[in-house]
C-alpha cells in the first residue's frame, strides 16, 4: 500500500499494518539516535516498546504527516517511563547552592588550563561525544529529557510540553534546574574523570 | 538595576526568549554595565552551541535489523 507523506492514515487491517511498517521504517535510525541521547544503553528497547505502543495505537494516528511528531511522543513517553522504572535514588541536591552556582565562573577561578587563552572553550573541548552522553546520563530522566529535547535536538518547550502531557511552566522549571545541573555535573565530570589535568591535552 | 545573581540566573531563559519583556529589559540594562556577566553571558551561548552541535549516534546495522524485524512481525 503505496501510503504517502499527507495521506489519511485508513484501510483493512492488512493495509493498515503495512501502512504503519511504510511510515515507522525511515524513522527507525533517527528514532534510535534520539533514545540514545534519552536513555543511553537502552536505547534499542526504548525504540522496540515504542513501536509496539505506536502499533496498538495506530488507529489514533489521523494523517500520515503526523507520523513523525506522533512517533516522537511516543518514543519520549517510552523513554520516560524507561527512566523512572530504573532511575537509582538521585544524590541529595541542595537546590539554593545549585542555584548559585556558575560553571563559568568556577572555571575561571579553579583556572584548570594556567596556559590557555581561551579557557571556557578548552573546558569544553575536553569532552568529546562519550564524555558528553555519561554526563547527560547522570542527570535524572526529569531533566534530561527536556534538556535533550530542547537544546540537542531543537524542540520548543511548548512541544516538549504537549509531548510529556504537562504544562509548559513546568518544562520551563524543569529547563531550568536540569541546566544548572547539567553545567555541575560537566564539572564533576571533568575533575573525576582527568580532563582538567594539563597533561590531558 | 538587577544584581549579577538574577542576572545570570536568567541568562538561558533571555537567550531562549521565555522571559517577559520587563526581565528582558532589567537583563539588557545590566550586561550593558557588567563585563563579567557579558562573560556568562558568552558562555551561556557556548554551552548551547556545544549541546546543538554533539554527534548524533548512528543506529548500527544490527540494531536496526532487529527493529525491522519486530515490525515484519507485528500482528495484523
Known amino acids: 500500500m503505496g501510503l504517502v507523506l499527507g495521506e489519511t492514515v485508513e484501510g483493512s487491517s492488512a493495509d493498515r499494518g503495512e501502512g504503519f511498517r511504510v511510515l515507522v521504517r525511515e524513522q527507525l535510525p533517527r528514532l534510535y539516535s534520539l533514545a540514545r541521547r534519552l536513555v543511553g544503553d537502552e536505547a534499542e528497547d526504548a525504540v522496540q516498546d515504542c513501536l509496539l ?101 531543537g524542540y520548543l518547550a511548548k512541544e516538549v510540553a504537549n509531548m510529556l502531557d504537562a504544562p509548559v511552566g513546568t518544562v520551563l522549571a524543569r529547563l531550568h534546574r536540569g541546566r544548572k545541573l547539567f553545567e555541575r555535573q560537566l564539572w564533576d565530570y571533568a575533575e573525576e574523570n582527568g580532563l582538567l589535568r594539563e597533561a590531558s591535552r | 538595576m538587577i544584581s549579577c545573581a538574577e542576572a545570570t540566573r536568567q541568562l538561558w531563559e533571555y537567550l531562549d526568549a521565555t522571559i517577559d519583556v520587563a526581565a528582558r529589559d532589567a537583563i539588557e540594562a545590566h550586561l550593558a554595565r557588567c563585563r563579567r556577566c557579558c562573560g556568562e553571558l558568552e558562555f551561556a551561548k557556548e554551552l548551547r552551541r556545544f549541546l546543538a552541535s554533539s554527534a548524533r549516534d548512528e543506529a548500527p546495522d544490527d540494531v536496526l535489523r532487529r527493529m525491522d524485524q519486530t515490525l515484519e512481525e507485528l500482528e495484523p
Not at chain 1, 126 to 142: I, N, S, Y
Open chain 1, 53 to 153: 505502543k505506536a502499533y496498538e495505537r495506530f488507529h489514533q494516528l489521523q494523517q500520515a504527516a503526523a507520523a513523525p511528531a506522533w512517533m516522537t511522543s511516543i518514543l519520549v513517553n517510552c523513554c520516560r517511563d524507561r527512566g523512572r522504572a530504573n532511575a537509582r535514588r538521585p544524590r541529595e541536591v541542595d537546590f539554593d547552592e545549585l542555584e548559585r552556582f556558575s560553571l563559568y565562573r568556577k572555571i575561571a577561578y579553579e583556572d584548570p588550563f594556567p596556559y590557555s587563552d581561551s579557557l571556557h572553550l578548552d573546558f569544553l573541548a575536553e569532552f568529546g561525544p562519550e564524555d558528553l552522553r555519561a554526563v547527560l546520563l547522570q542527570l535524572p530522566p526529569l531533566y534530561r529529557i527536556p534538556l535533550v529535547l530542547v537544546y540537542m535536538d
